[in-house]
């Protein structure tokens, strides 16, 4: 078996500030850095100046007002040449400075003037405009091969827009924020977050508006789209807008309280970060040749652990190390020659003598306890009674105890009972005042079109999956690194590949990044919300998209080197360009791992987990694509976080796969048992329900959609948040008379026969009416 | 009763009926004294109206008065009065002579009152101009309140003014003519200049009517 180390990664909403820069760009398009330097400085010198940094805070304010000018002028060069002038300046002016460090402290005073400035606005417009430009997505279409030039003017924009988001988000991350700009900053961040949801001009904020080029680009109207970009973007204005996921448990626990609900035991960062990682699971050959020692050493003492651990409680298993001792014993022998793995005292010896997580218990599984056992002790069934515990046996008793002592209540079922609720008493029990947070505008803003962003996001994911073949694809996300004239040298072309890859691996990081925050947010702010975008997602083949994806050397994925140092940003633009040799584009970095696909991993893990978990019928389709054994393999990336996921992937559909599966897995097994968290009552290793349990996909698919169909009218249609049947009467002659009504054209042409029949001819005792 | 006694009270009202010549004529209110939510714009009003030559005065803030709520209410006068520009305009300013937004040969405008800007004829871009800045201005969500303004909001008022600042130069390069009258009975486009110069609203060198005599010294004062 391969020799996989631990792999070392730090899970966060997204890379160093310097990475996420550096991915915005790239390779092809090395030469713009230049031309954007030669376009700020013509404006320089007709400002009669030469260097930024040599002027004061008002010059440089009066030099980007008089530039932002430029922006509305009609002359299309002029303005693209005033976008340049401001990118450059946003990019750190690198041309004066010699140091990183220097070149972002300017990148930031320029973020912080546009914003003081109002330039968001300004650029979004020229943006719309751009998008909306036909002549230009004309001659792309008619072009037989799209280039990187087709997407000029929509480039500039997308980085200073990106840039400043970025920026601004990261203000505060990694650094010291107690001088002066950084205190700006994060107050300017405050209002540009609020302008980043607000919608322009009346329409769409800047997000829909992304979603909106990506689903043009998707159907082929506007193939010149810097997909790239445009993806990174709308994360990261996604990311800065709803906030990151660490900030959302700190929400969710809020929330939890204001439901009357407790915090949670524990937060899953700070857990996954104690765990270690399990050897990955032997493949089949490996199993022969391991088996017969490992039985004869680990049979006995394993029965030994299993027996201890069913006089402890739950939570006190006293596995931890001993366990994670057991699934190395596999390779302990490699382990011995090679070098390059510290010698075993100088493992950490953190012992958690317990099992990570605290195990759960959901209240349906309390009340089928007690449903069965009162069918068995006492012959009948007390509906909605969770105390009693007449005529049940002391063991018994001590069971209700335990469950109730695990009792999780979820925020989504709090939900759902207010849903039911409101359901049922429209009108003494109505909906309060929905709360305008950022989630909940943007899911209103993305509501209508929801189905065609989760598709285009989708197909996208799928033409820039590795495993994916070039030829077949409608669409082509190559667009913005072809350059105009293929590479003629071998050394051009391997940069090319290498760009390429590189490329398709943001695009998934950002819309693995993208998906994920979006599903997470709309969990928390209204499950409805979260279970329309993820039936979406599940009816677009989200989950075998991902299985496709993991369909592949996984470890060769987390270890790809697709980068050229040398070239990225800043690097290419800062100091002396060292030669370009076969050598050091092959090098790569020194970065053990990439950092961009794993983290893409574990978000789409997560994804399919969010997708998948209690939905019996998406469960079963894991089972139906085969993903044991490609999730089996995938567990050979060394990762406490990522290997958490796909065991809970496992765990679910273990009961499916047959005692066969389970026998040859005991490995993984005890990987489950010892890393999931314990559901008590679950049956998920013993069960045997295959046919105990028809599923029917179609059906409980539309149980959840009438559900989330039901939410959606009454929340987004008009109505003011009531169902058609409550809403109140009208009865204002006024408004009645001005109702427009279709009538059809046999009605218009014989109305006045009607007249006759029904209104002249019937004898209405007005005064009869008048009295009731 | 109780009133007879003492000195009638001015009421500052144009009842209807009233004479052009009486027309806001009642006796200036000290800041102080002026209580209403409106105190800034009435304010200005009254300076304007005694004498709208003294850009300078006009432009002077009260003492203590917050900056923003102050560049806020001049602008609006200044969108008000440009309304009368714009009337005069229409008769002379048709789509079919000035197809462009144009002032000089090189500052042809985009109408960003669109989602997505486009080349409007002069006249219709005045008209989208001004009507946006109106519904900026008075706009809830920006400026829900008159007495105090948020910075992020204030900051918007840069680009109203460099919108609005092209009508005047559209009227002073195309139709000087009318461009003087109105000039020399508002003396609004040196106000105005006077006005982003101060507050730094838009950069000298976009402001290409040369309408104040000492154009020069104020590039000096700045620059110093």
């Not at chain 1, 390779?27 to 230049?34: G, K, L």
């Not at chain 1, 989504?412 to 947070?437: F, G, Y």
Request: aromatic share 8%.
């Amino acid at each position: 078996m391969a020799e996989v180390e631990k792999v070392d990664f730090t899970y966060a909403d997204a890379d160093k500030h310097e990475f996420e820069m550096a991915e915005l760009y790239s390779y092809t398009e090395e030469p713009d850095f230049a031309t954007n330097q030669v376009c700020f400085e013509e404006a320089a010198k007709a400002h009669g100046f030469e260097k930024w940094t040599s002027l004061s805070r008002t010059e440089q304010m009066s030099f980007v007002v008089s530039v932002q000018d430029d922006l509305e002028v009609t002359e299309k060069e002029r303005r693209v040449k005033a976008i340049q002038a401001l990118l450059y300046l946003a990019q750190g002016v690198y041309g004066e400075c010699r140091s990183r460090e220097h070149m972002y402290e300017v990148s930031r005073e320029c973020v912080l003037l546009y914003l003081e400035l109002g330039l968001y606005t300004s650029l979004v417009q020229l943006l719309a405009m751009e998008v909306e430009n036909s002549a230009t997505a004309l001659m792309a279409l008619r072009k037989p091969a799209v280039s990187i030039t087709d997407s000029k003017e929509l480039r500039y924009i997308l980085n200073i827009l990106y840039i400043m988001v970025e920026t601004s988000r990261t203000c505060d991350i990694g650094r010291d924020a107690s001088d002066s700009l950084s205190q700006k900053l994060i107050e300017a961040r405050e209002m540009f977050k609020d302008e980043l949801v607000q919608a322009i001009f009346g329409e769409d904020p800047l997000s829909v508006l992304l979603f909106t080029m990506v689903t043009r680009f998707c159907s082929g109207s506007a193939p010149h789209y810097p997909m790239k970009k445009v993806l990174l973007l709308l994360w990261k204005v996604v990311l800065l807008t709803l906030g990151g996921l660490h900030d959302l448990e700190r929400r969710k626990n809020d929330v939890r309280e204001l439901h009357g609900l407790p915090r949670l035991a524990e937060d899953m960062y700070t857990v996954c970060e104690t765990m270690r990682p399990a050897s990955p699971p032997a493949s089949a050959a490996d199993l022969i040749e391991h088996q017969v020692p490992r039985r004869s050493l680990r049979a006995g003492k394993r029965s030994l652990v299993k027996q201890s651990s069913l006089d402890d409680s739950f939570a006190l298993s006293p596995r931890g190390e001993e366990d994670d001792d057991l699934m190395d014993g596999l390779k302990s022998n490699s382990d011995e020659d090679s070098p390059p793995t510290p010698p075993r005292p100088a493992t950490p010896t953190v012992s958690h003598r317990t099992l990570p997580w605290k195990p759960k218990v959901r209240q349906k599984d309390l009340e089928n306890f007690l449903d069965n056992t009162r069918q068995k002790f006492v012959g009948f069934e007390v509906k909605n009674d969770h105390t009693s515990l007449a005529g049940l046996p002391q063991p018994i008793h001590e069971g209700v105890k335990v469950l109730k002592n695990h009792l999780f209540i979820s925020l989504s079922e709090v939900q759902i009972k207010r849903e039911e609720e409101i359901a049922k008493n429209p009108l003494s029990k109505p909906e309060t005042e929905v709360e305008n947070s950022p989630p909940e505008r943007l899911y209103h803003a993305m509501l209508s079109n929801l189905p065609q962003y989760m598709i285009a996001l989708l197909k996208l994911l799928l033409a820039a999956a590795p495993t994916s073949k070039a030829k077949t694809e409608s669409i082509n996300i190559l667009c913005d690194v072809l350059p105009d004239e293929m590479p003629t040298t071998v050394l051009q072309s391997m940069k090319l590949g290498i760009d390429v890859n590189r490329h398709k691996e943001i695009i998934v990081k950002a819309i693995s990044g993208l998906l994920l925050l979006l599903l997470k947010h709309f969990k928390l702010n209204h499950i409805y919300q979260f279970e329309f975008t993820s039936q979406h997602l599940v009816f677009a083949n989200c989950i075998p998209l991902v299985l496709k994806f993991f369909n592949q050397d996984i470890v060769a994925y987390v270890n790809a080197k697709n980068s050229i140092p040398a070239l990225d940003f800043p690097e290419n633009v800062l100091g002396e360009q060292p030669e370009l040799t076969a050598e050091n584009i092959e090098s790569g970095d020194s970065h053990p791992h990439c950092w961009r696909n794993i983290f893409s991993c574990i978000n789409l893990l997560r994804i399919l987990n969010k997708l998948t978990k209690w939905k019996h019928s998406r469960t079963m389709m894991l089972v139906v694509f085969k993903s044991a054994p490609i999730l089996k393999r995938a567990l050979k990336v060394r990762h406490p976080m990522m290997q958490l996921y796909i065991l809970k992937l496992l765990k679910m559909q273990t009961k499916y796969l047959g005692r066969q599966w389970r026998k040859s897995n005991m490995k993984t097994m005890s990987a489950i048992y010892q890393k999931v968290r314990h559901r008590l009552g679950d049956d998920w290793a013993y069960g045997n329900d295959m046919d105990a349990r028809p599923w029917d996909f179609q059906a409980e698919e539309c149980a959840l959609r009438a559900c989330v169909d039901r939410f959606n009218t009454r929340r987004y249609s008009s109505g003011g948040g009531l169902e058609p049947d409550f809403r109140p009467v009208d009865n204002n002659v006024l408004s009645l008379l001005g109702q427009k009504i279709e009538l059809s054209p046999e009605f218009t042409h014989n109305y006045e026969r009607w007249l006759h029949m029904e209104v002249f001819s019937r004898q209405v005792d007005w005064d009869q009416v008048m009295m009731r | 009763m109780k009133m007879a006694n003492e000195t009638a009270p001015i009421i500052r009202r144009n009842r209807p009926g009233t004479k052009n010549k009486d027309w806001c004529n009642w006796e200036d209110e000290s800041f102080e004294e002026m209580d209403s939510t409106l105190a800034v714009q009435q304010f200005i009003q009254q300076a304007i109206r005694k004498d709208f030559t003294n850009v300078e005065e006009i432009l002077n803030p009260p003492e203590g008065q917050d900056e923003g709520v102050w560049k806020y209410e001049h602008l609006r006068q200044f969108c008000m009065e440009l309304n009368g520009l714009a009337v005069k305009l229409q008769v002379e300013c048709n789509p079919e002579t000035c197809t462009q937004m144009t002032a000089t040969e090189q500052w042809i405008f985009l109408c960003a009152a669109h989602k997505t800007p486009k080349e409007c004829p002069a006249i219709d871009y005045t008209r989208h101009t001004l009507d946006g800045a109106a519904c900026l201005l008075n706009s809830n969500k920006y400026f829900p309140s008159r007495v105090s303004i948020k910075d992020s909001s204030v900051a918007k008022l840069g680009s109203v003014c460099r919108r609005v600042y092209r009508i005047f130069s559209h009227a002073y390069f195309h139709h000087r003519p009318l461009f003087d009258t109105y000039e020399n009975e508002t003396y609004l486009c040196r106000r105005f200049t006077q006005f982003v110069t101060k507050y730094n609203l838009m950069s000298k060198d976009n402001l290409i009517v040369p309408i104040m005599e000492d154009q020069q010294t104020l590039e000096g004062e700045s620059e110093a």
